[in-house]
T-cell receptor
Framework: KQEVTQIPAALSVPEGENLVLNCSFTDSAIYNLQWFRQDPGKGLTSLLLIQSSQREQTSGRLNASLDKSSGRSTLYIAASQPGDSATYLCAVPAGYTGNQFYFGTGTSLTVIP | DVKVTQSSRYLVKRTGEKVFLECVQDMDHENMFWYRQDPGLGLRLIYFSYDVKMKEKGDIPEGYSVSREKKERFSLILESASTNQTSMYLC????????????????FGPGTRLTVT
């Protein structure tokens, strides 16, 4: 069974700092990886979906990279803002069909003004 | 934009009650999912459905059942609610994967915070 790990569990940075969130997975035979943001008490918002054939995907100040062979993905946030404070989760599908997903437990980010 | 809605944001029920949580998506997605989210345990899949009337058990189906009579609607049923089912329940949907290029991007609803007393 796929295991997804996110370290650290919590991160606190001053506003304006660039930061990297990590996601690792045990089974490298994945077809894509998705990064989400979750605000307290709310649902998950999709940030980026990176296909296995891609190495990077960018959206605004966010950049996600994927290294299947090493079982790792990173989410880079440039010039962090207090509004970026949230929990960030990564997820990978189980198998080819993508009909089931495995989630990490997330990294709780606090950006201090 | 994909929209996934859930019938309630907050729900308080008593032990032994039958509870219905409903989820509706408006993007004609084949796949729909029910998760629960608990501190320290992350998201765990309860059930998913890949077509009308089709369902498969996830990692923690015990104490739950589901119904999918229409493509856009996926219901989670707690037959007899118990205190250990107090949790945040999240519904999601995604397109079915294609033979050539799997998609699988998931879209989530706002969640239902269920408290069973």
């Amino acid at each position: 069974k796929q295991e997804v790990t996110q370290i650290p569990a919590a991160l606190s940075v001053p506003e304006g700092e660039n930061l990297v969130l990590n996601c690792s997975f045990t089974d490298s035979a994945i077809y894509n990886l998705q990064w989400f943001r979750q605000d307290p008490g709310k649902g998950l918002t999709s940030l980026l979906l990176i296909q296995s054939s891609q190495r990077e995907q960018t959206s605004g100040r966010l950049n996600a990279s994927l290294d299947k062979s090493s079982g790792r993905s990173t989410l880079y946030i440039a010039a962090s803002q207090p509004g970026d404070s949230a929990t960030y989760l990564c997820a990978v599908p189980a198998g080819y069909t993508g009909n089931q997903f495995y989630f990490g437990t997330g990294t709780s980010l606090t950006v201090i003004p | 934009d994909v929209k996934v809605t859930q019938s309630s944001r907050y729900l308080v029920k008593r032990t032994g009650e039958k509870v219905f949580l409903e989820c509706v998506q408006d993007m004609d997605h084949e796949n729909m999912f029910w998760y629960r989210q608990d501190p320290g345990l992350g998201l765990r899949l309860i059930y998913f459905s890949y077509d009308v009337k089709m369902k498969e058990k996830g990692d923690i189906p015990e104490g739950y059942s589901v119904s999918r009579e229409k493509k856009e609607r996926f219901s989670l049923i707690l037959e007899s609610a118990s205190t250990n089912q107090t949790s945040m329940y999240l519904c999601a949907s995604s397109l079915a994967s294609l033979a050539v290029a799997p998609t699988g991007e998931q879209y989530f609803g706002p969640g239902t915070r269920l408290t069973v007393t």
